[in-house]
């Protein structure tokens, strides 16, 4: 069956520190790729997203992805995570012939000051 | 301008009963979706609209769950005989037609989700 998978539940960094998040998808074809966060109390905001061109794409707040097609593989990362990065990431892929998002499971980020 | 609204914010109900879920999307937002997300998981896709038609309700459970658009815009998702495990946020979104049909380059921005609790 199509899925996204995020292997990091629940990830706890110190500020400054580097962060990676994973995110893989069982697609083939065309997707289209997304990173969506959720602060605590707030609703779901698109961190960036991927359609086509350059792999590496930068979204807001310092976050970047990069898509490797061949490693099914769409990983978040931030150079440098802040307090105020704490929240919840979701990563979604959008498969091929489809306008529906399918989500992996999300994995919650504590930054500790 | 104004995102993508939903009503209520929460809502308490008992098993058995009925109950409507509203969204209003982004005006001019032609395609509007319902998702579901349970404790702990990510959301899960119910149903997606273009315009006034059902285009895909692929994730809606069973036949309990039933959502419409009557006018293109607002959408109000309904669950008929709720049972406890109808329990989670269900979430709507909505975005503009992707130039490209259904290949195009689409975003589906969300609303802040209903909180709907079946005792």
């Known amino acids: 069956a199509q899925s996204v998978s995020q292997h990091n539940h629940h990830v706890i960094l110190s500020e400054a520190a580097s962060l990676e998040l994973g995110c893989n998808y069982s697609?083939?074809?065309?997707?289209?790729l997304f990173w969506y966060v959720q602060y605590p109390g707030q609703h779901l905001q698109l961190l960036l997203k991927y359609f086509s061109g350059d792999p590496l794409v930068k979204g807001i707040k310092g976050f970047e992805a990069e898509f490797i097609k061949s490693k099914f593989s769409f990983n978040l990362r931030k150079p440098s995570v802040q307090w105020s990065d704490t929240a919840e990431y979701f990563c979604?892929?959008?498969?091929?012939?489809?306008?529906?998002?399918?989500f992996g499971s999300g994995t919650r980020l504590q930054v500790q000051p | 301008g104004a995102g993508v609204s939903q009503t209520p914010s929460n809502k308490v109900t008992e098993k058995g009963k009925y109950v409507e879920l509203r969204c209003d999307p982004i005006?001019?937002?032609?395609?509007l979706y319902w998702y579901r997300q349970s404790l702990g998981q990510g959301p899960e896709f119910l149903i997606y609209?273009?315009?006034?038609?059902?285009?895909?309700d692929s994730g809606l459970p069973n036949d309990r769950f039933f959502a419409v658009r009557p006018e293109g815009s607002v959408s109000t998702l309904k669950i008929q005989r709720t049972e406890r495990g109808d329990s989670a946020v269900y979430l709507c979104?909505?975005?503009?037609?992707?130039?490209?049909?259904?290949?195009?380059?689409?975003?589906?921005?969300f609303g802040p989700g209903t909180r709907l609790l079946v005792l």
């Open positions: 005006s001019g937002h032609t395609a």
């Open positions: 979604a892929v959008r498969g091929p012939g489809r306008r529906a998002l399918t």
């Open positions: 697609y083939g074809g065309t997707v289209n």
């Open positions: 609209f273009q315009g006034t038609g059902a285009a895909d």
């Open positions: 979104a909505s975005s503009l037609r992707p130039s490209g049909g259904i290949t195009g380059e689409e975003t589906q921005y």
